[in-house]
């Protein structure tokens, strides 16, 4: 995997993990070897050719290039809504470490993690990807689920589409938002192992809009999930709404 595309962060537990170093979608049966860590926009040197004492030479591609190179890709998987568009430009003008295509790949896995985790009930990983609000709301619907003896399951088959609909920079705060949308099973049982909700043979396409932010002066790469939001039609009622 290219240096270029690996994302460092620093868990809990001391741990480092990778991401995916690709852009595209998660398809079943393509599990990941580690849960991943945080989510981060480090960009590592690029492969450019080196200077003259033999170092690494990092190419920087402007905000507007990253822009066209994203808005290009011919699957229409990950894309910027034109709304968008120039506050994220202030955003990579503000933070010269942030690469657009390596936040939404890490967005990606992120997503998959935390909806994977959720319903696992794994409030360790949660805690290191979530802001504490988001945290607090997702911990009180596993203690809520716990109380009744009920059991989910939930496996996101793959992401169809990762679109960032609005950005914002106030002051040292930048924010994020994505709209995703993913086909998953998802299905949840009583204590004595019958169905009450979903199906775990049938696949159905959700919806997620989630804010990712992060204090860009800060020595701390993550962005957390600050917010995840719903109530439109599509929305994946088996994560909660939080801000």
Do not use: C
Not at 71 to 91: H, P, R, S, T, Y
Not at 116 to 141: C, N, T
């Amino acid at each position: 995997m290219p240096a270029d595309l690996i994302i460092y962060a620093i868990v809990a537990a001391g741990l480092v993990f990778w991401l995916r170093g690709t852009l595209g979608t998660r398809q079943e049966g393509d599990e990941p070897a580690t849960p991943p860590a945080p989510l981060t926009d480090i960009d590592k040197p690029a492969n450019a050719a080196p200077d003259a004492k033999g170092r690494p030479v990092k190419t920087v591609e402007t905000p507007e290039a990253q822009l066209l190179a994203l808005n290009e890709d011919k699957a229409g998987i990950i894309g910027v809504e034109d709304l968008a568009q120039d506050d994220l430009i202030a955003i990579m003008g503000a933070d010269k470490s942030f690469n657009i295509k390596t936040f939404m790949a890490a967005a990606q896995d992120a997503f998959v993690y935390v909806v994977e985790a959720f319903a696992d009930g794994d409030r360790a990983a949660l805690k290191d990807m979530l802001a504490p609000s988001v945290y607090k709301a997702f911990e009180q619907a596993i203690t809520d689920r716990e109380g009744r003896e009920e059991i989910a399951q939930t496996e996101i088959h793959s992401i169809v589409s990762a679109q960032i609909i609005e950005a914002a920079l106030n002051g040292k705060t930048a924010a994020i938002t994505l709209r995703f949308v993913a086909d998953e099973t998802s299905v949840t049982k009583d204590k004595d192992g019958k169905i009450i909700a979903g199906h775990p043979e049938k696949t159905t396409r959700m919806t997620d809009i989630w804010t990712f932010s992060r204090d860009i002066k800060s020595r701390d790469p993550r962005w957390l999930v600050t917010e995840t939001r719903g109530d439109f039609e599509g929305d994946n009622d088996t994560i909660p709404n939080a801000e």
